[in-house]
Structure formats: C-alpha cells, structure tokens
C-alpha cells in the first residue's frame, strides 16, 4: 500500500490554535470589473454609489467603489481555510468598522490573530476567537472584525486550555466610524438613488417591511463562494454533506447577509455606505432552494463629527437587518415568546449605514 503523501492541509483544530498566534492567510486578489459584476448578478445589487462611476464622482470619489460587503466577503474568504475549515458553525461577529473604501485595482489580503479561547463542555468542540485585518497593497488596514466560531478538535482525548474570552464592546460608537475619505452627498441626487427617504424621514422603533424575495439556488451559492475563495467543504460537497444532519450543502453564512442587504434596497435605497457591524448571528442554516425575505428596524440614529463640527450632509442609522427563509416578513417575524428565535430567522445583524441627510 502506498504511502499517503504529506504535502495536503486537512486545515486546522481546536488544538492547533493557541491565543496571540498570528495567521497570514494565503492569496490576496485583485479586484477586477468582474468580480464586481458578478456580485451584482448575484444579489441584484442597486445602490447607485457602487453602481455609478458618475454617482460616485458627483460625490467626491475618483470612481465606484466596491460594495462593502464584497470587500467584507473577499477578506472573509480567505481566513476559512485556516479558521473555520473544521467548524461546526460560525457563532457571530463583532466590531466591525469599514475603514477604507477599496476599488477595482486594489489588491485584498487578509491577517488574523487568536484573541481568545475556550474548550466547549462535550470536550469534543471549542470556540475559537479571531481578530481578522484586511490589508490593501499599500498596506493600509480596509477592514477590522471580530468573529468566532466553533472548531472541531482533533481529539477529544486532548487536554482543555485555559478559557479566555476576549471583552467586546456591544456597539461600535459613532466616534469610531471612519467615512469615506472625500465623501460629500452635499449634492446628492436622490431621483439616480431611487428614493426621497433621508435620514430625518425614518424613526426609532420604525420596521421596514422589504417586500421583495429571493430564491437561492445551488449553483448561485457555490458560485458566491468560490468567488470570495471561501474553500468550506460545507458548501460545496455533498457527497460529504449528504450523511449529515441536514442532508445537503449549506449555504454560506454571507451569501445570506448580501441577499438581505441587496433586498433592503427597497426601503433603505438612500443608505450607500455601511460604517459598522455591531452584531450579527447566523441564527438557522440555509439551503439551496429556500427564499430569502427581509426586513429591518430602525435602533438608533446618530449625527457624525468630522473634525469637531457636525457633517450637515449625512448622519448614522443603526438598523437590525433580519433574514427570514421561506416567510415573508409582513408580522416582522423575529423572536417568540420564550425568547428563542423563530424557525423561519436566517440572520440578526446589527450594523450601521451612513445616510444622506435631507437638503
């Protein structure tokens, strides 16, 4: 019987991660129209900032920017190989801050480090903490992001660390925010955007119903996977997925996120940028031939300070975006009375979009 060679990665397990250690993720990716386009047939992408070169020009960018959630899933991607590879789930994120707008042209790699650590009670799983940078080639920092996720280990038998679970502040605040460098709506066309909502028009408590659906299929999913190189067996295999609990691939946890989000055009066209990620849970996993609804609430609106003095051109509103499958949103379905989530919830994601104030 031959020897099986060495040189393959089956990636790493809860043992392998120990805290402080820095991971330098292999392949950074240079944008390229296509991969805008792309993500555009993907999720039906509308908001006219990211569309528009003139858009973007009339708002004091030299050209379209990526949508943020491409640049949020490219420097994603490259981390599951050596995070999440042998995850059971990936539990959520926090503090998360966009921190500069990337462009066609602009090559993506990503850095993480293990902040914390700790061994589940079944002694067979544990959750692992990381702190990922996406990294521009000038070696400015795009992205900053806390996620965990719950990790396989390789033996059960193998001896449990020491718990450290790093504290994360539960919303990142408006002094945190980092605009856009040379965005300016001070002449910002709202008929091209598609609506004459402003920051002064939406309400603390109000939800938005996004009507619109949308069904994912097989080939789409995989596709949005590939693309952001997210290598998760979980996604693509079903020969190994098929004897598993659910029976099938699941889709990956951001393929639901910009579903949602491009669905939220139609309520929230006005909201071009988003600023921050304060939370968000992956709450039931997703299939292929399931449709996704959506709908948002707003939790709190905030003014932004641009060297001291007020921005009178655009301000902050912290929405919860709420996935639903198979569902539509018209009760604003989201938690029982026992506080579990319903079945029909996908995602809870708290974040905050920079909007266009009025005049």
């Given at each position: 019987?031959?020897?099986?060679?060495?040189?393959t990665s089956r990636g790493n397990y809860f043992e392998d991660f120990t805290l402080g250690k820095t991971?330098?993720?292999a392949t950074p990716r240079t944008m390229t129209p296509g991969d805008v386009s792309l993500y555009s047939a993907l999720y039906g992408m509308r908001f006219s900032l990211q569309s528009s070169d003139e858009v973007a020009r009339n708002s004091g960018l030299a050209c379209a920017p990526l949508d943020d959630f491409l640049t949020f899933h490219m420097v994603f991607g490259k981390t599951v190989p050596d995070i999440s590879i042998n995850a059971v789930a990936n539990l959520g994120y926090a503090d998360c801050r966009f921190l500069k707008s990337v462009y066609v042209g602009d090559t993506i790699s990503s850095i993480s480090e293990v902040i914390g650590l700790k061994?589940?009670?079944n002694g067979k799983t544990g959750n692992v903490y990381?702190?990922?940078?996406?990294?521009?080639?000038?070696?400015?920092?795009?992205?900053?992001?806390?996620?965990?996720?719950?990790?396989?280990?390789?033996?059960?038998?193998?001896?449990?660390?020491?718990?450290?679970?790093?504290?994360?502040?539960?919303?990142?605040?408006?002094?945190?925010f980092c605009l856009p460098e040379n965005l300016t709506?001070?002449?910002?066309?709202?008929?091209?955007?598609?609506?004459?909502?402003?920051?002064?028009?939406?309400?603390?408590?109000e939800k938005i119903n996004h009507v619109d659906g949308m069904t994912i299929e097989a080939a789409d999913h995989m596709l949005a996977a590939r693309l952001y190189q997210?290598?998760?067996?979980?996604?693509?295999?079903?020969?190994?997925?098929?004897?598993?609990?659910?029976?099938?691939?699941?889709?990956?946890?951001?393929?639901?996120?910009?579903?949602?989000?491009?669905?939220?055009?139609?309520?929230?066209?006005?909201?071009?940028?988003?600023?921050?990620?304060?939370?968000?849970?992956h709450v039931n996993p997703c299939l292929a031939g399931d449709t996704i609804y959506a709908w948002s609430e707003v939790l709190e609106k905030?003014?932004?300070?641009?060297?001291?003095?007020?921005?009178?051109?655009?301000?902050?509103?912290?929405?919860?975006?709420?996935?639903l499958k198979d569902k539509s949103p018209d009760d604003f379905t989201y938690k029982m009375a026992d506080g579990k989530y319903d079945s029909a919830v996908l995602?809870?994601?708290?974040?905050?979009?920079?909007?266009?104030?009025?005049?």
């Open positions: 019987m031959s020897k099986q060679s060495a040189k991971i330098r993720h061994e589940n009670s990381v702190r990922t940078h996406g990294i521009n080639q000038r070696g400015e920092i795009i992205l900053d992001y806390v996620r965990w996720v719950m990790v396989n280990k390789r033996e059960a038998a193998s001896p449990a660390c020491a718990a450290v679970i790093p504290e994360l502040p539960d919303v990142v605040r408006p002094e945190n709506y001070r002449t910002y066309d709202a008929a091209l955007a598609g609506s004459d909502y402003f920051w002064e028009d939406y309400n603390v408590g997210n290598t998760a067996k979980v996604h693509f295999n079903r020969h190994a997925m098929k004897s598993g609990r659910l029976g099938e691939r699941i889709v990956y946890g951001g393929h639901v996120i910009s579903l949602a989000r491009g669905l939220s055009f139609n309520g929230l066209a006005n909201a071009q940028n988003i600023l921050a990620i304060n939370a968000g849970r905030a003014d932004i300070k641009d060297k001291n003095s007020t921005r009178s051109d655009m301000a902050a509103l912290r929405c919860r975006l709420v996935a995602l809870d994601l708290d974040f905050w979009l920079l909007m266009p104030k009025r005049g």
